[in-house]
């Protein structure tokens, strides 16, 4: 099993920023990749941007220029700088880590909500 705990969450103003941090625990030697997801009300979750091997990342569309993901392997945390916010923004967001075996096991973070409004 794996345990996430996403932090950093908060109301921002427009063009503000915000640093999201995850930290993994438990069986974190089989994760193959992490990553961040974000859901508004009424949408479907959508993925923000995960790490995909080799320190090579995926940025969901909404994310390219303006997010960066990073991670402290010492400290099984995983980032997500958010810069130049935009009320669109606004979501629930949520840490993914997934085990690829014979099955594909997805591990959830309980979510950090970031509301960007003026």
């Not at 941007?49 to 995983?78: C, E, H, P, W």
């Not at 916010?85 to 594909?104: F, G, K």
């Amino acid at each position: 099993q794996v345990q996430l705990v996403e932090s950093g969450g908060g109301l921002v103003q427009p063009g503000g920023s915000l640093t999201l941090s995850c930290v993994a625990s438990g069986n974190v030697f089989s994760i193959h990749y992490m990553g961040w997801y974000r859901q508004a009300p009424g949408k479907e979750r959508e993925l923000v941007g995960q790490f995909i091997g080799r320190g090579n990342i995926v940025y969901g569309d909404a994310a390219k220029g303006r997010f960066t993901m990073s991670r402290d392997s010492l400290s099984n945390t995983m980032f997500l700088q958010m810069n130049n916010l935009a009320p669109e923004d606004s979501a629930v967001y949520y840490c993914n880590a997934r085990r690829v075996s014979d099955t594909i096991d997805d591990y959830w973070g309980p979510g950090t909500q970031v509301t960007v409004s003026s």
